[in-house]
């Protein structure tokens, strides 16, 4: 298997060490090879050289099975360049069309909601990646005057919500959620009449040949409230790219932060290379220090290896960040861990 890695800025490089160390322990007790290519993409590289993404660069990435990325995000660089010139531009470039947010709640971890524990927030978020308003389609006219008008065009695309949503069902199908199979597609059909209309009418036909699966749906607003209230009512969410990037927050702080929030870019087509990332920032205040939270990066590499065809290791992560949250760890905080990021790593490889 070869992997790119991009460990990134501030303390992207300390996570990705330790996530590289439970891939390392993962595949001698499973017994399969892999390479690693390392590349320094990000903030330091663009202040030096002006370039995010070299010549090339994707022609080489797609030939990878996969990539692990840490984090991005620099303080000298604006805000939004590295993210548009790096993640953003990968997952359009790779047609990464599937954005994959698990929301678990781990045993031990303090979610802000009262009276939920892990058997009530444990639900995925399933965004559409390369749709809607992030196809930077859209300008100017009169900019800088009285009288000026910006435009910004969200896109839909019978393919684009057909294969979101057909990736959703099969994905409902194969978790199996002994409560029942749910999936739910948060929209906003009641005011987006024309983008949302063909999503549901799209939906409508795809959940047709898949009758073992509740077809529900919720208006984003809606969802909102639900997920705070009633988290345990959510099986899968397949959504839309906007509305997805904001819920997918609110399920990373519903499931204990940004510690332990991880998430793929997956292109499932045959050959795709997917990417794997965990959803906390660069947090440069805390690089260098060894006490910035690991686990959403295992967790990260953990979803990597369930989409490289290595499943049982990817389930063996998850039952060994289990036991470390729920026996080890005092917080889910930077400096608060009772533990450094380094152990934090070696605790989950001793219990992988
Ligand atoms: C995410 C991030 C990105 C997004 C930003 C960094 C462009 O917030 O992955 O959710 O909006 O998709
Ligand atoms: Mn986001």
Not at 165 to 188: C, D, M, S
């Amino acid at each position: 298997m070869k992997i790119a890695v991009i460990p990134g800025d501030g303390t992207g490089p300390e996570v990705t060490n330790e996530a590289l160390k439970v891939l390392k322990a993962a595949s001698e007790q499973e017994g399969f090879e892999y390479e690693l290519t390392h590349y320094d993409f990000g903030g330091d590289r663009y202040l030096k050289t002006g370039e995010i993404l070299p010549d090339g660069a994707v022609d080489e990435l797609k030939e990878m099975d996969a990539i692990y990325l840490g984090a991005i995000g620099h303080p000298d660089v604006q805000p939004g360049i590295l993210e548009k010139g790096l993640l953003l531009s990968l997952r359009f470039a790779l047609d990464q069309y599937v954005n994959l947010r698990p929301v678990t709640l781990y045993p031990g971890v303090e979610t802000p909601l009262a009276n939920k524990g892990p058997e009530d927030i444990d639900f995925v978020v399933i965004r559409e990646n390369t749709e809607d308003m992030y196809c930077g389609i859209g300008g100017f006219l009169k900019k800088g005057t009285p009288d000026e008008v910006a435009s910004q065009t969200a896109i839909y695309t019978r393919k684009g919500c057909e294969r979101i949503i057909r990736y959703a069902f099969e994905y409902t199908r194969k978790r199996n959620n002994p409560k029942g199979k749910r999936l739910t597609l948060v929209g906003k059909t009641n005011v987006l009449t024309y983008g949302h209309d063909l999503l549901w009418r799209t939906y409508q036909d795809v959940a047709k040949d898949y009758p073992d699966v509740e077809a529900d749906y919720n208006h984003i607003d809606a969802a909102c409230m639900w997920f705070v209230k009633n988290p345990e009512y959510y099986d899968v969410v397949v959504t839309t790219n906007m509305f997805g990037d904001i819920i997918t927050d609110l399920g990373a702080m519903i499931q204990g932060g940004m510690g332990v929030a991880a998430g793929g870019n997956i292109n499932p087509d045959p050959g795709g290379t997917s990417m794997f990332e965990c959803m906390g920032g660069s947090a440069p205040k805390y690089t260098g220090q060894n006490v910035i939270n690991p686990i959403a990066a295992i967790a990260a590499m953990g979803m990597l290896l369930d989409q490289t065809g290595h499943e049982e290791s990817g389930t063996k992560i998850t039952e060994a960040i289990k036991v470390v949250t729920g026996t080890k760890m005092e917080s889910m905080s930077a400096g608060r861990m009772g533990y450094s990021t380094t152990e934090v790593g070696d605790l989950v490889c001793e219990n992988l």
